[in-house]
């Protein structure tokens, strides 16, 4: 279970990269990334925390809703 | 595979441990589906307010989804059960 | 492999989810399913169903003509 | 976990279930790209006859592929294992 | 691990399948493959092969680079 | 993987396990992404000059996207840690 959790923030990690990446990196006329690129990356890891968290607390409020005690 | 003889079928760790990969894999799922529908472009390193409410809504229809999903499979799993069709023309 | 089966399942049903959410949802101006999602999702699910099961079909007889039975 | 300690390696069970697995994986990878191939729209609940179709032909040209491209690989891996390049000019 | 080897070439194998396909058959007029699409195909895996080992090697020189050895 | 009991925790094979496994899944997106932005078609078998050059940075540039995604979430979470934000408009 603590591996499985382990996996999961290594996907989130490695997605927002991905995510990122297609966001800002749009050319590869050099090897080093650029201002503008740089930049882009920044907001967009604060905006997907500001999503993660927010969209994390809504799935969680409906998620408990809509569970039903198990009877045991 | 040769673990202790009477715990094999239906082990009740594993299904705890296979209903938290479906929960997980259906956040996974909705994160993504709703990033891309909620969020256009990262030129502000906030969510603005009209992100947020859809980001709302986008939760709620995705659980109203998944919810209406299941049921209609389960209603057609049961009527394919029952008929059992044979033909299938090319 | 009881398991395997299970998480089977789930994915095919979570990717079923995702797959007519992303096919009938456009729009969030409300936090409800309107008629016309509804309607959409149900043909969804059915029209799955369906093709699930043909390709299901002609996948078995596919892999079962390709197999070469094993010499042991 | 506490398997008998010889049978690591090459557990044939392991192999067994990895054979399942890659099948499994190839057949929802087929069904994804011949969904996205064949059914345009979901405007009606049943598969249209052309539907019907496509779906038969991309399964029949999807294990061509797969096929095919078992032998390219194997055929390629063979070319370069006998070669071996070294220069890569960048 | 020798399982987990096992998986990701399968992956990669399955992956390449998938990516050669949804590049070179663009119409399903007859079930089996045209001369194109198979010429296609071919090129398909051979430049995947050449971009693969590229983009492995330049991934080890990268990886090596950034790895800090563990001070055990 | 026959640990002694009570390693259980924190088992540092299923450590360096995950970690492979992490690798992998870095290294299969990177492929992926950068066969989608370097690649636009497979008219030819082989790699152009700029197909090439194009890889090699895409490679760079998507390590230094991964690094500094990492510096920038561990910032991100102190920062999130330390004045923990309640109100949440709708």
């Known amino acids: 279970l ?3 959790q382990m ?3 290594l996907n989130t990690y490695n997605g927002l990269v991905e995510r990122c990446f297609n966001e800002c990196i749009t050319h590869f006329r050099a090897k080093d990334l650029e201002k503008a690129e740089t930049g882009c990356i920044e907001r967009c890891v604060t905006k997907f925390m500001a999503f993660s968290q927010r ?3 809504r799935f969680q409020e409906k998620n408990m809703q809509q569970a039903t005690p198990p009877s045991q | 595979m040769n673990a202790p003889p009477n715990a094999e079928q ?11 990969q479906g929960l997980a894999d259906l956040f996974s799922r909705m994160q993504n589906v709703c990033w891309s ?10 969510l ?18 998944h919810k209406m999903v299941g049921e209609k499979l389960q209603e057609q799993m049961q009527k394919a059960q029952m008929q059992q069709p044979g033909a299938t023309p090319s």
Chains 1, 3, 5 share one sequence.
């Open chain 1, 2 to 4: 603590n591996d499985m």
């Open chain 1, 7 to 9: 996996q999961d923030s």
């Open chain 1, 55 to 57: 969209i994390g607390t």
């Open chain 2, 10 to 20: 239906i082990d009740p760790v594993m299904v705890a441990v296979t209903e938290m």
């Open chain 2, 37 to 46: 529908k909620c969020i256009p472009n990262v030129r502000e390193g906030i």
């Open chain 2, 48 to 65: 603005a307010m009209g992100e947020m409410s859809c980001v709302d809504r986008c939760v709620s229809k995705y659980f109203d989804v």
